[in-house]
T-cell receptor
Framework: DAGVTQSPTHLIKTRGQQVTLRCSPISGHKSVSWYQQVLGQGPQFIFQ???????GRGNFPDRFSARQFPNYSSELNVNALLLGDSALYLC???????????FGPGTRLLVL | TQLLEQSPQFLSIQEGENLTVYCNSS?????LQWYRQEPGEGPVLLVT?????EVKKLKRLTFQFGDARKDSSLHITAAQPGDTGLYLCAGGRGYQKVTFGTGTKLQVIP
């Protein structure tokens, strides 16, 4: 079975631009969470979605938004990109609202 | 804000040596996970511990959850080059908004 998939794998943007990252959870998983991992640090929680509803939000500005689709895939949007948004963006899925999370390979975003 | 402090931050050892990584917090967690992450990849779950005092073994890796569920340790026996990576602990409090530790970067030299 396929694991969590994310696209694109790498992305280069300039300051002020907008970006959309995509995540497909493991088949049957209904929860998707997004994390930001800056080089050399542990992942920081951004959002969690379960059954298409936002169930948790981390300490990130309103420039960050997300949604979950009826097929449980998810998109993370970041507006007005800043240099500090450069990071590895990780998506994790789990079967239910709670439980073990399985991570995708991440999307590496570079903002110039 | 819940914080998970890991120590050491960096560890470089020779193949065959033993090591222990610590994960400490002032908060109580309902569960704690350990992940290993390799460059350019997402974290891979190694183990989940949920009961205070619980010990789990995974081949040469031994994980322990503190009695008060505020801390955990990961012990590796006879480290191998394949153990090289970033080790992350992550604490949950019943929901998916888990808190990750600061990470321990391990290098095992052949």
């Amino acid at each position: 079975d396929a694991g969590v998939t994310q696209s694109p794998t790498h992305l280069i943007k300039t300051r002020g631009q907008q970006v959309t990252l995509r995540c497909s959870p493991i088949s049957g998983h209904k929860s998707v969470s997004w994390y930001q991992q800056v080089l050399g640090q542990g992942p920081q929680f951004i959002f969690q979605y379960y059954e298409k509803e936002e169930r948790g939000r981390g300490n990130f500005p309103d420039r960050f938004s997300a949604r979950q689709f009826p097929n449980y895939s998810s998109e993370l949007n970041v507006n007005a990109l800043l240099l500090g948004d450069s990071a590895l963006y990780l998506c994790a899925s789990s079967l239910l609202n709670q439980g073990t999370q399985y991570f995708g390979p991440g999307t590496r975003l570079l903002v110039l | 804000t819940q914080l998970l402090e890991q120590s050491p931050q960096f560890l470089s050892i020779q193949e065959g040596e033993n090591l222990t990584v610590y994960c400490n917090s002032s908060s109580v967690f309902s569960s704690l996970q350990w992940y290993r992450q390799e460059p350019g990849e997402g974290p891979v779950l190694l183990v989940t511990v949920v009961t205070g005092g619980e010990v789990k073994k995974l081949k040469r890796l031994t994980f322990q959850f503190g009695d008060a569920r505020k801390d955990s340790s990961l012990h590796i026996t006879a480290a191998q080059p394949g153990d090289t990576g970033l080790y992350l602990c992550a604490g949950g409090r019943g929901y998916q908004k888990v808190t990750f530790g600061t990470g321990t970067k391990l290098q095992v030299i052949p």
